[in-house]
């Protein structure tokens, strides 16, 4: 029977970066995966896969509305899913071939099949054809991540009825989806299929669209959003989704109370993802899940049971690839007798409409709620030369700063490669710094960086240069 120093349940982001930071760290290390492929929900159905389709979407987009205002004429555009689909599906092989490579220069032991407890150093592990590996390990790391969530009457078929998962790998581009959810994957995944010719129509259950990200953010993208065709329902209650056979018909309450039905050939299911512990046996490690599913931990990643720890999308927190492979790192690093620290108010979320949308710290609602007094700072895209330039124009960026002392509290911003941008803030925000110190950095011109700095005047002075 083999043994080893850590066996990391799950090859996700937060699992097989684990991996590679404990056999950096003079592990012997064996990283159990039950699909053939590593790399988890992030790199097979997730992150990767949804920005590769969003990018195709976007050229088309471009091509379709854009080009001729650009001078470049372009006759017949026409959008190949088949082409698009097995694009991603390349760009998801070579990432993950790229994992795999990792493993092995790392001299990572890969197990593939399902890891279940035996007892809490003892863990088997099943293959497909349902052949048996037992192993020992003094640690271990479960990262077993997360599944699509849906509530009663939303139950996906995966035919008509879809998740993220499904909507990734459509054989058609469909006449009219609706999406029930109108966070990160609604929005992503919506886009895709809205820039491709699909009439989108989002039912939300709050009262806007990316509920938990500052509200400017959500008016913002709901504006640019419709322009693009989208519909918005918000306040609406789903009580069941029908499969037509040709058809999906989805009926809800709307803010009335008033029942209202929608249709359309697919709807897609985004409310969310839970926790997945199926298969792991945790009862004979001497664990169970709290009342979300989560794997409860401490501030050290440990579960109740001391040599295990999890980390990623099965405990509490944000679902963020970045966030599981920070989590990933820290736990590595603590077996190893190290002092590593996360700062989970510096955790940046991003969405990746376009413009895309990206945030950190903490939001204007936030800091009301906890009677924080602070400063706004604003400046919208379109004052930039860079977007007129290209055409980009949509889109804020605020700063939250606080009243008394200037500190950086919170950025927010709609705007083109956001995802990008916001790592100015993430960085400044982790030396403390103040809304002037952004002011005073010089920021190259022409590019969108600049509306950080402006936006960063705004909030210290009370003046922007360019509006
Ligand atoms: P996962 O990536 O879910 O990996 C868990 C792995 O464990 C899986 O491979 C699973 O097969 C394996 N496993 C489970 N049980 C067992 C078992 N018993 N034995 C062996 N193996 C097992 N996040 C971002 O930060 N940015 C994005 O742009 C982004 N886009 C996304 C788009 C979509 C459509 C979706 C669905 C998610 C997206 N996410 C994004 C979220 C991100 O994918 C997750 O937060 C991240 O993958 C979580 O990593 P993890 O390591 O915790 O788990
Ligand atoms: P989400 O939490 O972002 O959004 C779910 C939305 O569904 C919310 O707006 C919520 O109010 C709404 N909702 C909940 N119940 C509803 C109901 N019964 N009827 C109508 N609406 C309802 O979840 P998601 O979009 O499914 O994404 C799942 C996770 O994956 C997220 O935690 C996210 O962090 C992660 N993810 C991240 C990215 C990214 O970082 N760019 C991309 C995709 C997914």
């Given at each position: 029977m083999s043994t080893y120093d850590i066996t990391i349940i799950g090859s996700g982001p937060g699992g097989y970066v684990a991996?590679?930071?404990?056999?950096?760290?003079?592990?012997?290390?064996?990283?159990?995966?039950?699909?053939?492929?590593?790399?988890?929900?992030?790199?097979?159905?997730?992150?990767?896969?949804?920005?590769?389709?969003?990018?195709?979407?976007?050229?088309?987009?471009?091509?379709?509305?854009?080009?001729?205002?650009?001078?470049?004429?372009?006759?017949?555009?026409?959008?190949?899913?088949?082409?698009?689909?097995?694009?991603?599906?390349?760009?998801?092989?070579?990432?993950?071939?790229?994992?795999?490579?990792?493993?092995?220069?790392?001299?990572?032991?890969?197990?593939?099949?399902?890891?279940?407890?035996?007892?809490k150093n003892t863990i088997s592990v099943k293959d497909a054809a349902?052949?048996?590996?037992?192993?020992?390990?003094?640690?271990?790391?479960?990262?077993?991540?997360?599944?699509?969530?849906?509530?009663?009457?939303?139950?996906?078929?995966?035919?008509?009825i879809i998740t993220s998962t499904e909507a990734l790998s459509m054989t058609e581009i469909p006449k009219k989806m609706l999406v029930i959810g109108g966070g990160v994957i609604g929005l992503e995944l919506g886009s895709v299929y809205?820039?491709?010719?699909?009439?989108?129509?989002?039912?939300?259950?709050?009262?806007?669209?990316?509920?938990?990200?500052?509200?400017?953010?959500?008016?913002?993208?709901?504006?640019?959003?419709?322009?693009?065709?989208?519909?918005?329902?918000?306040?609406?209650?789903?009580?069941?989704?029908?499969?037509?056979?040709?058809?999906?018909?989805?009926?809800?309450?709307?803010?009335?109370?008033?029942?209202?039905?929608?249709?359309?050939?697919?709807?897609?299911?985004a409310v969310g993802r839970k926790p997945y512990t199926e298969g792991l046996n945790l009862e004979a490690a001497g664990l169970s899940v709290n009342n979300r599913g989560q794997i409860d931990v401490n501030d050290h990643m440990q579960t109740t049971v001391s040599n295990i720890y999890?980390?990623?999308?099965?405990?509490?927190?944000?679902?963020?690839?970045?966030?599981?492979?920070?989590?990933?790192?820290?736990?590595?690093?603590?077996?190893?007798?190290?002092?590593?620290?996360?700062?989970?108010?510096?955790?940046?979320?991003v969405v990746y409409t376009w413009p895309e949308v990206a945030a950190v710290g903490k939001t204007e609602e936030e800091l009301k709620?906890?009677?924080?007094?602070?400063?706004?700072g604003s400046f919208p895209i379109k004052a930039l030369g860079r977007a007129r330039a290209s055409m980009d124009t949509a889109g804020l960026v605020k700063v939250l700063a606080d009243k008394t002392t200037d500190e950086i509290l919170g950025v927010h911003m709609v705007a083109p490669r956001a995802a990008d941008l916001i790592m100015e803030a993430v960085t400044a925000m982790e030396y403390r710094a103040s809304a002037e110190d952004i002011a005073r950095i010089c920021h190259p011109h022409p590019t969108y960086s600049e509306a950080i700095k402006e936006a960063a005047l705004d909030a210290t002075e009370g003046r922007a240069l360019h509006v």
């Open positions: 991996a590679i930071r404990c056999a950096q760290l003079g592990m012997k290390t064996a990283l159990i995966e039950k699909y053939n492929t590593l790399g988890g929900t992030c790199l097979n159905v997730g992150c990767i896969p949804s920005k590769a389709l969003l990018d195709s979407s976007e050229h088309y987009h471009n091509a379709v509305h854009n080009f001729e205002e650009h001078g470049i004429d372009v006759k017949s555009v026409k959008a190949n899913i088949t082409q698009m689909i097995n694009r991603k599906n390349e760009v998801i092989a070579q990432t993950c071939a790229g994992i795999k490579f990792l493993m092995d220069k790392n001299k990572v032991e890969v197990l593939t099949g399902v890891g279940s407890f035996i007892d349902g052949a048996l590996t037992t192993i020992t390990t003094k640690n271990v790391i479960i990262a077993t991540g997360s599944k699509p969530n849906f509530f009663p009457g939303m139950e996906p078929d995966k035919k008509r809205g820039r491709l010719g699909t009439q989108i129509e989002v039912i939300e259950f709050a009262s806007s669209i990316i509920p938990t990200m500052d509200a400017s953010l959500g008016k913002e993208l709901t504006r640019v959003l419709k322009k693009e065709g989208f519909k918005f329902n918000l306040e609406h209650r789903v009580q069941k989704v029908e499969n037509k056979g040709k058809s999906v018909v989805l009926t809800a309450l709307n803010k009335k109370g008033e029942e209202v039905t929608f249709e359309a050939d697919y709807c897609l299911v999890a980390i990623g999308d099965v405990v509490r927190g944000a679902m963020l690839a970045h966030k599981a492979e920070e989590e990933g790192v820290f736990v590595a690093e603590q077996i190893a007798g190290q002092k590593p620290h996360i700062n989970y108010n510096l955790i940046p979320g709620a906890a009677g924080v007094e602070y400063k706004v």
